[in-house]
């Protein structure tokens, strides 16, 4: 099993430049997550996904950030324009959902630094 | 919204010293997962508490649910090198998501 794959592994921007991220969750997992982590801190929700719809968008800062996830499997993670308070990890996350005591499945993440 | 506070924020050991990291909250819990992240890497699963006063044990860690389900810990036996890392907590905050707290950094001098 390949695990959450997040692609681009790290990405340098100027600022007011667009950005995207890519999300393959592990299959079967319905719910989708994607979190922010700045350094030093823990990671932030900024949107959850059950299959395609997005279910908890309320820390998305929807005037620059937009996420989609088309057929409910991957899923696109989009800033235009990026701001220098931008530059963190970003980490994409799936489970099963439920209380089966799973946790979540993180992948490797996508290190923004904007400039 | 719902906050897990943890403590320490930092911790250095000497290897085979014992290491705890405490998680809390002012609002109970239905359950509890503990994450473990290395250097560089993303956090990684380690476990879920869900009952009262629950312990796990996975080798050299035990975890302990609160009684009250306010409060947990983490405690790591005679620390390894490959203890490194931050350990998060992380607590449900509503409509099945979760919130982290921001993490116990352990450094282990070999």
């Known amino acids: 099993e390949a695990g959450v794959v997040q692609s681009p592994r790290y990405k340098i921007i100027e600022k007011k430049q667009p950005v995207a991220f890519w999300c393959n969750p592990i299959?079967?997992?319905?719910?989708l997550y994607w979190y922010r982590q700045n350094l030093g801190q823990g990671p932030e929700l900024l949107i959850r996904?059950?299959?395609?719809?997005?279910?908890?968008d309320s820390q998305l800062p929807k005037d620059r950030f937009s996420a989609e996830r088309l057929k409910g499997v991957d899923s696109t993670l989009k800033i235009q324009p990026a701001e220098l308070g931008d530059s963190a990890v970003y980490l994409c996350?799936?489970?099963?959902?439920?209380?089966?005591?799973?946790?979540?499945?993180f992948g490797s993440g996508t290190r923004l630094t904007v400039v | 919204g719902q906050q897990v506070m943890q403590i320490p924020q930092y911790q250095h050991v000497q290897e085979g010293e014992d290491f705890t990291t405490y998680c809390n909250s002012s609002?109970?819990?239905?359950?509890i997962q503990w994450y473990k992240q290395r250097p560089g890497g993303h956090p990684v699963f380690l476990i879920q508490?869900?009952?009262?006063?629950e312990v796990k044990k996975q080798k050299r860690l035990t975890f302990q649910f609160g009684e009250a389900k306010k409060n947990s810990s983490l405690h790591i036996t005679a620390t390894q090198t490959t203890d490194v890392g931050t350990y998060f907590c992380?607590?449900?905050?509503?409509?099945?998501?979760?919130?982290f707290g921001k993490g116990t950094k352990l450094t282990v001098n070999p």
């Open positions: 996350a799936s489970s099963l959902g439920g209380t089966g005591g799973y946790g979540y499945t």
């Open positions: 299959s079967g997992h319905n719910t």
């Open positions: 996904y059950e299959n395609e719809e997005a279910v908890d």
């Open positions: 609002t109970t819990l239905s359950n």
């Open positions: 508490l869900v009952k009262s006063g």
């Open positions: 992380a607590g449900p905050g509503g409509s099945e998501k979760l919130v």
